[in-house]
């Protein structure tokens, strides 16, 4: 079975540019998060999605970061525009979570590094 | 929000010892987990927790979920280099939503 396919691994850019994050779930799986882990720190969540539908996004800095996944299926995390403090790894993770089920089995890929200059 | 602590922040034992590890939280979760993070990789999951009291073990890790709910704790047995990572708890509520603690880096020296 396929995992959770990120792209790209790596991206340099100067600040005030703009940059994109694409995600591919593991097939059949509903739900499906961002997260922001800064070097040192656990992942901080930025945005989960249910099929299309945005479960929870208050942690997002909507001023710049956006976030879609318009079939239920891949996703896209946009930056723009970009500062220092957005250097981070962008994990996008998916889970086979429905409404009564045992929570909390998430599967992760391997993450988009993102160094702003 | 809500925070988890995770303590300690980083240990580096010899190869063979145990290692105990725990996380608490000001809140209460219905979910308990345990993830390891190698370098360049996402967090995978390693156990899971679902009642408050549940000793769960896995290989040579055990974990349980705190009689409280606001607490866990990791133990790994006999460590080896492989065990070498970053390891994250995290507590999940309704509508599967997760909040990581700030991790306990382990190192195993040969």
């Known amino acids: 079975e396929a995992g959770v396919a990120q792209s790209p691994r790596y991206k340099i850019i100067e600040k005030r540019q703009s940059v994109a994050f694409w995600c591919n779930p593991i097939?059949?799986?509903?739900?499906l998060y961002w997260y922001q882990q800064i070097l040192g720190q656990g992942p901080k969540l930025l945005i989960q999605?249910?099929?299309?539908?945005?479960?929870?996004d208050s942690q997002l800095p909507k001023d710049r970061f956006s976030a879609e996944r318009l079939k239920g299926v891949d996703s896209t995390l946009k930056i723009q525009p970009a500062k220092l403090e957005d250097s981070a790894v962008y994990l996008c993770?998916?889970?086979?979570?429905?409404?009564?089920?045992?929570?909390?089995?998430?599967?992760f890929g391997e993450g988009s590094r993102l160094t702003v200059l | 929000g809500q925070q988890l602590n995770q303590s300690p922040q980083s240990m580096f034992i010899q190869e063979g010892e145990d290692v105990s590890m725990n996380c608490t939280s000001s809140?209460?979760?219905?979910?308990w987990l345990w993830y390891k993070q190698d370098p360049g990789e996402g967090p995978v999951l390693l156990i899971a927790?679902?009642?408050?009291?549940e000793l769960t073990s896995n290989g040579r890790l055990t974990a349980q979920f705190g009689i409280t709910r606001k607490d866990s704790f990791l133990n790994i047995s006999a460590s080896i280099p492989s065990d070498v990572g970053i390891y994250f708890c995290?507590?999940?509520?309704?509508?599967?939503?997760?909040?990581f603690g700030g991790g306990t880096r382990l190192m195993v020296k040969p």
């Open positions: 993770a998916s889970s086979l979570y429905y409404s009564g089920r045992a929570g909390g089995e998430l599967f």
């Open positions: 097939s059949g799986h509903a739900t």
């Open positions: 999605f249910q099929n299309n539908g945005v479960v929870d």
């Open positions: 809140s209460i979760f219905n979910t």
């Open positions: 927790l679902y009642k408050a009291g």
């Open positions: 995290a507590g999940c509520n309704a509508g599967n939503m997760l909040t």
